[in-house]
């Protein structure tokens, strides 16, 4: 296990979601491969917090400063608002998805075209 | 020596008449209009006495007085600055137009008396008289043009006075584009001075200021190629607002404004202000020989083709206006030859004897009912005798007969253009001479039509009177409102000519004193008195005035009928009536013709089709893309994703390739 | 020291690791490819319980239970009850007509990522440690760093970041807000 091979799941998933993103009908589907895309992203976040050194730390390693510890965990930090976004995202979405569905009796992104030209 | 507050207080005073009138009698209490007219003539005395003492401060000095001028604005390395120049030509130009101004607005209580407008007709005269003087006052350049365009605003207003006759909107229209034309040529002589002053700079010049304009003129810094295009451009203003030929046409359709008017704005002063911006900057003409060349022979021929017009008009306005024409026609000529005190005094006699008929003009009209066809007046002489004598006095003026003013002023013009001895100064002679029997014959055939014979019934007669009176029209003489100003300046018209301007010396006047005092900073030799030239010009002016009796003055039975001479000369009677059909040439040829049809249509067709077009295209171009690329907006929302994530990966990409 | 850190090396952590790895990128494949909604959704939580595990193996237990809390526990249910919902549990998965297109997509972005990833000179903070970089007290500290986690980040949330803190909070009260306006019977 090291840096490269997280990152290479990482981008895996990723790029997962975003297949199926972009070619699921059902909106569900879709919201759920973004929350995959996003999970991916934070697996990244946080692999590079763990793995590499931060420019506070590699700036002077003979004598580090106790307050450049912080910049370890930016990742961590990240994530946590990665996360509540992607709560807040999941909520709204679903949201959407329903008030589309009771509108017109069906989940399918090809179908809500209204906004076309 | 005056200071320079009491010469300001010269243009002030009529500012603050302004002021008070427009601001304060006529919106507010308009019911005592009356207290505008008197507060006008109070303002204009004062300003007269103050002119008066400048005059004699001038004389004291027996020269200019300089003032420093004040900064107004710093723009870079120019700085335009306002100043007061005193002068012999501001000093004459001062008491002349204060003198005339304050005689015109006695007559006016008595000639606009019961008038709708008559606060806001003496607001417009002290806004012209503060204007007027603020020109002739004036040492910059700017604000040379500042006044210029002031006094073309106020004859506009003026002459549109009442605006609510068709054909004095028309008037007042027609005399502001004209004039505007020739200013156009000024304009562009003072944007060559504003463009090109590191000229002059480097000789430690200003050259937004007349004097040192003249100065480096004079000095050969101005070089006589460029000293002909700044005088031409400058003398395109004087043109236009001395309604010289070409730009003559609007002055007589300014007589549509108020008679008192015509006289001082059309007569004495506005018009002057042409012949004054000349010989203000009397050494830039000198320095170009061509420039002075145009000068005397636009002068020359406007003064024989004006008295021409003015020999066939039956309106008595129309014989003055073209009269005033032909005479500033004359003074030009005197400019253009090099006699520049005869210029101004003739524009200083002018100014009195035409102010004086133009109000006498206006007294006769006033008895006949408000007509100015002299076919419609006549026997008039022993109703009104004051006007009459008056009248007289101004015409033998006019026609140059010994001792009147007219006779020493244009005499001396024509003895300096016969003096001078080439080609250009003996052609503008004949012109001028030939123009001298004319202006004779014209005023008494004016006067004779206008006094002699029998009284035809004023404006109850004639069809295009504006206000018919009930019944019949019953002559009578004037107020002494009107009297008393015309006395005054038929004294002036008689007299002053040869007071001012002596042939021998008279004990405290020395010999030319005129001349010599308003030219003595030029150095210019004044010419000794021609006999020849005064006898010859003497007796054709008789000659004008016997022909004018014989055809007008006898009774009935004319020993030459005016019908049998417009028979005998028919075509030159009809060039003559129809003004050369230079209304006719500039309306229907050239606006008509030429602007409208020529370039505004094709201005119009270029706007229609290529400036549409050009927008036509674009618009389709737009609308065509937009609606091929509109197909990609199909709402498939991934689509949309699709194209989004293609344009991450290609920055994305260019970025590692770039990297 | 880290916690742990030199175990990484070791059999067992590989084992683990890649034994996680493949279930999540299984679990994706079958989040994406699956017909049926509901199972679709099972493999998504099984994705997000792969991905806390990782978390844990790199040290970041509070962001793991932070993971399951709310992926696992609110937003898997939120989903479930989405599908539940919207009846069409089964065959309910169709693709568009874009395969072709976002698979190379995909492909490519997963190829450029990839690039990036074995081409850069990472940085490696094991490396510099067992190296000996830094001083000892420093080493101390980093591992001190990584054991507590959670004292640490909470202090930085309401010290350092407390503007985007705040901020998140107001985005969640509009997500509600928003939320509540869109499925409200009118």
Partial sequence: MNLENVLLVGAIVFAIGLYGALTKRNAITVLMCIELMFTAVNITAVALSRYVIPAAIAVNPGAVPETAMQSLLTGQIFTIFIITIAAAEIALGLAIVMAIFRNKESVFVTDATEMKR | MIPEIVLWLIFFIPLGSFLIIAGVIRPFFNRYAFAAGYLTIAAMASALVISIIALASVINEHAGIEYAAHRWLDIGPMNITIGITLDALTGIMLVVVTAVSLMVQIYSTAYMKGDKGYARYYAYMSLFTMSMIGLVLASSVIQIFVFWELVGLCSYLLIGFWYHKPSAAAAAKKAFIVTRIGDFGLLLGILYLFFNQDTLAASGLNSLIVADVNTAAAAGIITSGVATWLAVGIFAGAVGKSAQI??????????????????????????????????????????????????????????????????????????????????????????????????????????????????????????????????????????????????????????????????????????????????????????????????????????????????????????????????????????????????????????????????????????????????????????????????????????????????????????????????WFRPLYQLFLNKYWFDEFYEKLLVKRVFYRGLAQGLDWSDKYLVDGLVRVIDRVGKGTGRVVSHLQNGQLQGYGLGISVGIVLIFGIYLAIR | MILGAGTEDSMVIDVVFWTISVSIIVAALAVVHLKDLFRAALFLVVAFLGAAGLFVLLRAEFIAVVQVLIYVGAISVLIIFAIMTTREVEQGNPFNRLRAPAMTLAGLFLAGVLFVVFATEWNILDVAIANGTFSADTTQMIGETFTTTVPRIAALLIRDYVLAFEVASVVLLAAIIGALTLMRDR
Wanted: aromatic share 12%.
């Fill in chain 2, 246 to 567: 070409p730009l003559h046409t609007w002055l007589p359709d300014a007589m549509e404004g108020p008679t008192p008017v015509s006289a001082l704005i059309h007569a004495a002063t506005m018009v002057a202000a042409g012949v004054f911006l000349v010989a203000r900057f009397f050494p830039l003409f000198e320095a170009s020989k061509e420039a002075m060349a145009a000068v005397a022979i636009i002068g020359g021929v406007t003064a024989l083709f004006a008295a021409t017009i003015g020999l066939v008009q039956n309106d008595i306005k129309r014989v003055l206006a073209y009269s005033t024409i032909s005479q500033l026609g004359y003074m030009m000529l005197a400019l253009g030859v090099g006699a520049y005190g005869a210029a101004i005094f003739h524009l200083f006699t002018h100014a009195f004897f035409k102010g004086l008929l133009f109000l006498g003009s206006g007294s006769v009209s006033h008895a006949s009912g408000g007509t100015f066809d002299m076919r419609y007046m006549g026997g008039l002489r022993k109703i009104m005798p004051w006007t009459y004598v008056t009248f007289l006095i101004g015409s033998l003026a006019l026609a140059g007969i010994f001792p009147l003013s007219g006779f020493w002023s244009k005499d001396e013009i024509l003895a300096h253009a016969w003096g001078n001895g080439d080609t250009v100064s003996r052609t503008v002679f004949w012109l001028g001479l030939i123009a001298a029997f004319m202006t004779a014959f014209y005023m008494f055939r004016a006067l004779f039509m206008t006094f002699e014979g029998e009284f035809r019934g004023g404006a109850a007669k004639d069809p295009n009177a504006e206000a018919h009176d009930e019944g019949e029209t019953h002559p009578h003489e004037s107020p002494w409102a009107m009297v008393g100003p015309l006395v005054v300046l038929a004294l002036a018209a008689g007299a002053i000519g040869f007071i001012v301007n002596p042939t021998t010396s008279l004990g405290i006047v020395p010999i030319h004193w005129f001349t010599e005092f308003v030219s003595g900073h030029l150095h210019h030799e004044t010419p000794e008195f021609n006999i020849p030239v005064a006898l010859i010009s003497s007796v054709l002016a008789l000659a004008g005035i016997v022909l004018a009796y014989g055809m007008y003055g006898v009774k009935r039975s004319a020993i030459v009928s005016p019908a049998d001479m417009g028979r």
